[in-house]
């Protein structure tokens, strides 16, 4: 190993009980399913469990004098009865949680980012941000839910008896729409969502100038000095390390640098540089014209709403 490189390698096991779900305690048992709303009766539930398992990986090495490079990959897996669709907290048997029991919708199984700190030729500073994950799960559902109207209803897979009508061929098999009490769902958040990447890059160039300071008695009205260049700065960092928030390269230039009683700077970010796209997580409702299709940007560190790829010109004067 190098000698200005440290590797950090953690486990966590989270597990945790009496987690608050959302249920129809009026769901119908036997007989006809309410079709109605005022037929429903929501209340919060706080006999959900989760568990979760993490291994985080971390990584921060001085290649030399000028290039420092940091980065973690963690590893996720977790279960839980009460984190349905995409994470939410709606249930499709108020009397039967572990209907539910499979893959938490809010969990990344695998989520990786690499920064780093490069001084370049004249006086400038890169600071490139690489960040991936994996897709997360998703519930395949069907379009109505007489039964709750959460419309989380799994269907079921077709067999031979199964009407034509009713067969509904999908990359996760062969389902029934229409499916009778008593058979057997499909598993929760059978599907995943498409995986993301992106790659950040700042660029920026800084410099003094003006009279004397504390820290410069030399300095003079007509100096003109160039800064030094960035470093990263260290944000908020999820459960087990595993927000991609962390150690994100600075964009502020709001500090006054060293040298002069002034300072200049100028830069330039772009924000998923290759203009990659990053979808979100995929339409899961059965018979939809798009389903298992993502139909928005996934957003968060990847784009926004609008935008797959942004670029940022700042300059900024501090005294």
């Not at 979760?52 to 897996?77: D, E, M, P």
């Not at 899961?284 to 560190?301: E, M």
Request: aromatic share 12%; proline share 7%; glycine share 12%.
């Amino acid at each position: 190993m190098l000698a200005e490189t440290s590797v950090t390698v953690t486990y966590l096991h989270s597990f945790g009980v009496h987690q608050h779900v959302i249920r129809n305690a009026d769901q119908a048992i036997g007989g006809p399913a309410q079709t109605t709303s005022p037929g429903y009766l929501y209340e919060y539930f706080p006999e959900a469990m989760f568990k979760q398992n993490q291994i985080i990986t971390s990584v921060k090495t001085r290649l030399s004098q000028k290039l420092a490079l940091s980065g973690f990959y963690t590893y996720s897996k977790a279960t839980s009865n009460g984190a349905g669709a995409s994470g939410s907290n709606f249930v499709s048997n108020a009397y039967n949680l572990d209907q539910d029991l499979g893959p938490a919708g809010f969990v990344f199984k695998h989520v990786a980012f690499l920064t780093g700190t490069y001084d370049g030729p004249w006086g400038l500073s890169f600071n490139p941000f690489v960040i991936a994950q994996s897709g997360r799960p998703f519930n395949i559902t069907l379009a109505a839910d007489p039964l709750n109207n959460l419309f989380n209803q799994r269907p079921t897979y077709a067999t031979a008896a199964t009407p034509a009508a009713n067969q509904v061929a999908t990359p996760f098999g062969l389902l029934d729409s229409a499916a009778l009490p008593g058979e057997q769902l499909i598993p929760v958040n059978l599907g995943t969502s498409p995986s993301s990447f992106a790659v950040n890059l700042r660029m920026s160039r800084g410099f003094t100038f003006g009279g004397k300071t504390a820290s410069n008695g030399a300095a003079d009205d007509a100096s003109v000095t160039t800064a030094p260049t960035s470093t990263t700065t260290r944000g908020d960092r999820g459960p087990g390390g595993g927000s991609l928030a962390g150690n994100v390269p600075s964009t502020s230039s709001g500090a006054k640098e060293p040298g002069g009683k002034y300072g200049l700077r100028f830069s330039v970010q772009a924000l998923n540089l290759f203009n990659n796209i990053n979808y979100g997580v995929p339409i899961g409702v059965l018979g939809s014209p798009y389903f298992d299709r993502p139909t928005s940007l996934i957003g968060g560190a990847y784009s926004t709403g609008s935008a797959a790829r942004r670029v940022y010109i700042q300059a900024a004067f501090s005294f």
